[in-house]
């Protein structure tokens, strides 16, 4: 072989060598580039959503006690929430331990076939109760002085003034998306 046929092979073959590093280079930054592109697949959001009402309507004929059960305008408020509930697909109920809480929650409950749970609303750790209920539907039944008192602990700021002793219809609705609390409320009279 002359010197110039070796001089053209050794640039024949270093040009080839140049191109496979550069095609090599190419190609696996084009995979490492492919690998930093692919986005994270989407979380779904975890969204807890809280319903609050306060009991139905109590029988006041006797001022003396604290503990009445509903009256007929309350026996047919609570079958009223039930049918409400009826569409959500609930996984608790919560309600404090009175008669006319307890009675409020119960048609809500059988047509559920959920064991409704008691809560002392003065004991209440708002945060083991969202930990508790990532990712479900909650109804919380209390009184025109807890239930305000709830809803503003769900979501984190003071929003509601305690309930008019004559409002039996308020729905409040907290949803939780992600640890960022909305919230709405309706009046189901």
């Known amino acids: 072989m002359s010197y110039k046929t070796k001089k053209q092979f050794i640039r024949i073959n270093t040009t080839k060598n140049i191109l496979s590093v550069l095609v090599l280079v190419f190609f696996l930054s084009f995979l490492s580039g492919c690998k930093q592109d692919k986005e994270e697949p989407a979380k779904d959001p975890i969204i807890?959503?809280?319903y609050?009402?306060?009991?139905?309507?109590?029988d006041r004929t006797d001022p003396t006690n604290s503990n009445p059960e509903l009256n007929q305008d309350g026996l047919g408020r609570a079958i009223k929430w039930a049918e409400v509930f009826e569409p959500i697909d609930l996984d608790a109920i919560y309600s404090t331990n009175y008669e006319r809480t307890s009675m409020t929650a119960a048609p809500t409950s059988i047509?559920?076939?959920?064991?409704v749970k008691y809560y002392n609303p003065s004991e209440i750790d708002i945060e083991v109760l969202k930990a508790e209920n990532l990712s479900k539907n909650i109804l919380i039944v209390g009184h025109s002085n807890t239930t305000p008192v709830m809803a503003n602990k769900l979501l984190g700021y003071e929003k509601y003034e305690q309930m008019d002793d004559t409002d039996n219809g308020s729905l409040f609705i907290i949803r939780i998306i992600d640890s960022v609390a909305t919230e709405i409320r309706l009046n189901m009279n």
């Open 52 to 58: 609050l009402i306060r009991h139905a309507e109590k």
């Open 48 to 50: 807890s959503t809280f």
């Open 111 to 115: 047509k559920k076939d959920i064991d």
